[in-house]
């Protein structure tokens, strides 16, 4: 297993120049991985597509069932009542089912929105609902380093994990991120997307 430097970039023209750049540190082909990351939900780990039990909003909507079941089932059964003269006895039972049916229904759906602000965007809301320190979507170069070490910050020496993460920053990368895995013929056999990635901030590095 070796030590892995990856980023993110928005085209696949900065993908080109990365590769051709770092190949002419002396980076072999075979050591280079690139490849499009999904976004998430989009990893199709499941036979029924995505790669999550449930979507990020999911999960609140049973709350707000119970809520809207409890509330509508009382007031139909109040309106039953009012029924009562035309259905006989079963009529507050009949509203109370109607009713906890409906407000179920409306339940659920206050419940998935009710955090949303009223001047958020629907592209807010999905950032939002990203999970913190989750992968971004997009192209991905990666590069296996044989030395394993730690990535070294002292600027002190010929580092080629340092002169990778130069040549990424060079050509405008977004995030970087460095692994322990195994990239085989250009393929990162063991990449996980949905693994928290380590990220590396660029602050802490000096130029070479």
Same mark, same amino acid.
């Given at each position: 297993?070796?030590?892995?430097?990856?980023?993110?970039?928005?085209?696949?023209?900065?993908?080109?120049?990365?590769?051709?750049?770092?190949?002419?540190?002396?980076?072999?082909?075979?050591?280079?991985?690139?490849?499009?990351?999904?976004?998430?939900?989009?990893?199709?780990?499941?036979?029924?597509?995505?790669?999550?039990?449930?979507?990020? &909003?999911?999960?609140?909507?049973?709350? @707000?069932?119970?809520? =809207? %079941?409890?509330? !509508? #089932?009382? +007031? /139909?059964?109040?309106?039953?009542?009012?029924?009562?003269?035309?259905? &006989?006895?079963?009529?507050?039972?009949? @509203?109370?089912?109607? =009713? %906890?049916?409906? !407000? #179920?229904? +409306? /339940?659920?759906?206050?419940?998935?929105?009710?955090?949303?602000?009223?001047?958020?965007?629907?592209?807010?809301?999905?950032?939002?609902?990203?999970?913190?320190?989750?992968?971004?979507? /997009?192209?991905?170069?990666?590069?296996?380093?044989?030395?394993?070490?730690?990535?070294?910050?002292?600027?002190?020496?010929?580092?080629?994990?340092?002169?990778?993460?130069?040549?990424?920053?060079?050509?405008?990368?977004?995030?970087?991120?460095?692994?322990?895995?195994?990239?085989?013929?250009?393929?990162?056999?063991?990449?996980?997307?949905?693994?928290?990635?380590?990220?590396?901030?660029?602050?802490?590095?000096?130029?070479?």
């Amino acid at each position: 297993m070796a030590h892995i430097i990856a980023g993110h970039f928005q085209e696949q023209s900065q993908v080109d120049q990365v590769i051709e750049a770092i190949r002419e540190i002396g980076i072999r082909q075979e050591q280079i991985s690139s490849f499009y990351v999904n976004p998430p939900g989009q990893h199709n780990l499941y036979s029924i597509g995505g790669d999550r039990d449930e979507s990020p &909003g999911a999960h609140d909507s049973s709350a @707000g069932v119970v809520r =809207g %079941a409890a509330t !509508g #089932g009382a +007031i /139909g059964a109040a309106a039953g009542l009012t029924g009562a003269p035309v259905f &006989g006895p079963v009529g507050p039972a009949v @509203g109370a089912l109607v =009713g %906890a049916h409906i !407000g #179920g229904l +409306i /339940g659920s759906l206050s419940q998935m929105t009710e955090d949303k602000q009223p001047d958020e965007s629907a592209i807010d809301v999905a950032k939002r609902n990203v999970e913190p320190h989750q992968r971004s979507s /997009g192209l991905m170069v990666a590069v296996s380093v044989d030395d394993a070490a730690p990535l070294d910050t002292s600027g002190v020496g010929r580092n080629p994990q340092r002169e990778i993460v130069d040549v990424l920053n060079r050509f405008g990368v977004r995030d970087l991120e460095e692994a322990d895995g195994t990239i085989v013929d250009g393929d990162w056999q063991d990449f996980n997307p949905l693994a928290v990635p380590r990220l590396i901030d660029p602050a802490t590095l000096r130029a070479i």
